[in-house]
């Protein structure tokens, strides 16, 4: 009898649970703010709808802030840029998650792209050349300062609100370099082949950009499980692509914590470039 009380408990715990979600409004950068907004709701309900967990949202314009709330265990799970979780977060405190992707093997690795007439040696040899990036996603100028700076000294940062946009601005000659993802650039080729024509990717990083999604490392392991598992299924049913189809992904992936590694070795080089240069 008393493992049947035990059972029915455990049960109306993780049925009646609220999970507390905090998402990074510029993670997703590509998506209006009030259609963001309308569209994680949607998502996540989906996820959790197969669960009968009731979530409450809560949507950050400062990663500090959200940050804060996850070191202090007020997030369940948190949706941000890679390089914030870095800078913002007790990575101690993170457990896998998941993220978006697609099937096709376009990735997130940022890139360097010239001219298909150009080269690095080139780039160099320029009196002030300008490198185009989208503005919002602060990994790409630290990836630029790093990769660059021990080839050009000095360089002019143009910044643009999509990350296709940087891509046009060296298209048009409006800048030297550009510094985007291999999934961004395939993209652009596909929409228009004489970008890939005219340009070329010239260095390819180990680093992704993008959003990444984690748990706190205190959530129940049950329900992460339960949660990831649908996540990963959810391109398997025509509602689930059309959901995805909102954040320009067809698919959801794992995403892990160790996934971060290579972001934290790329800041850590930066943080000492800087302060040798001062």
């Given at each position: 009898?008393?493992r049947?009380?035990v059972?029915?408990?455990l049960?109306?715990t993780?049925?009646a ?15 209006n703010?009030k259609?963001?907004?309308i ?5 996540i309900?989906?996820i959790?709808?197969?669960t009968q967990y ?5 949507d950050y ?6 940050g804060?709330d996850?070191?202090?265990g007020?997030?369940d799970?948190v949706i941000?840029?890679?390089i ?5 977060y007790e ?5 896998d998650?998941f993220?978006g992707?697609?099937k096709n093997?376009h990735?997130?690795n ?9 080269s690095?040696?080139n780039?160099?040899k ?8 989208q503005?919002i996603?602060?990994?790409f ?5 790093v990769d660059l700076i ?14 296709r946009?940087?891509l046009l601005?060296?298209?048009?000659n409006k ?16 929409l ?5 024509k ?15 999604g984690?748990?706190?490392?205190s959530?129940?392991?049950?329900k992460?499980?339960a949660?990831?598992?649908?996540a990963l299924?959810?391109d ?5 692509q059309q959901?995805l189809?909102?954040f320009k ?7 892990r ?5 290579n972001?934290?070795?790329l ?5 000492k ?6």
């Amino acid at each position: 009898m008393i493992r049947y009380i035990v059972v029915f408990l455990l049960s109306f715990t993780l049925y009646a649970s609220d999970i507390k979600i905090g998402y990074s409004v510029e993670s997703m950068s590509d998506i209006n703010k009030k259609d963001l907004k309308i569209s994680m709701v949607l998502w996540i309900q989906e996820i959790i709808s197969q669960t009968q967990y009731t979530a409450t949202y809560i949507d950050y314009d400062n990663s500090v802030s959200m940050g804060k709330d996850f070191n202090s265990g007020d997030l369940d799970l948190v949706i941000d840029f890679g390089i914030n979780f870095i800078k913002n977060y007790e990575t101690d405190k993170l457990i896998d998650g998941f993220r978006g992707g697609m099937k096709n093997g376009h990735q997130e690795n940022i890139i360097i792209v010239l001219n298909e007439s150009s080269s690095l040696e080139n780039f160099v040899k320029l009196k002030k050349p300008i490198v185009a990036l989208q503005g919002i996603e602060e990994i790409f100028k630290i990836y630029a300062t790093v990769d660059l700076i021990n080839k050009k000294k000095s360089f002019t940062f143009l910044e643009t609100k999509k990350r296709r946009g940087a891509l046009l601005k060296l298209f048009f000659n409006k800048a030297d370099a550009a510094i985007v993802t291999e999934k961004t650039f395939n993209f652009a080729k596909e929409l228009n082949p004489q970008i890939g024509k005219k340009l070329k990717v010239v260095s390819v990083s180990n680093v992704k950009a993008g959003a990444y999604g984690y748990f706190h490392k205190s959530f129940d392991a049950y329900k992460r499980e339960a949660m990831i598992n649908i996540a990963l299924n959810l391109d398997k049913s025509v509602r689930g692509q059309q959901l995805l189809s909102l954040f320009k992904i067809d698919v959801v992936k794992k995403s892990r914590v160790i996934e971060l590694t290579n972001i934290k070795k790329l800041y850590e080089e930066y943080i000492k470039l800087k302060k040798g240069r001062k």
